[in-house]
C-alpha cells in the first residue's frame, strides 16, 4: 500500500488509486480514505485469486509469494 498512487479523477469527483506493477490492481471513490480501503480490499482479492490459480506474483518491496 506504500507504493499506491492516487489522483483526482472526473473533475474533482472522484479519487483513482492503484498499486504500480500490479496489474489490474486500482480503485475508485469520492474520498481518499475509501479509495484507500477499496484499494487494499482489491489487492487482497487480487493476491488471494493470483495463489490459488497458481499465477506468478511478483515481488513488492523484496517480499515474494
Do not use: K, N
Request: aromatic share 6%; glycine share 12%.
Amino acid at each position: 500500500m506504500a507504493r499506491a498512487h492516487y489522483e483526482i479523477i472526473d473533475c474533482g469527483t472522484t479519487i483513482y488509486g492503484a498499486i504500480p506493477g500490479l496489474d489490474g490492481v486500482y480503485a475508485t471513490a469520492g474520498s481518499v480514505a475509501d479509495c484507500r480501503s477499496d484499494l487494499r480490499e482489491v489487492l487482497e482479492e487480487w493476491l488471494l485469486l493470483g495463489l490459488t490459480m497458481g499465477h506468478r506474483i511478483p515481488p513488492v518491496d523484496g517480499i515474494e509469494l
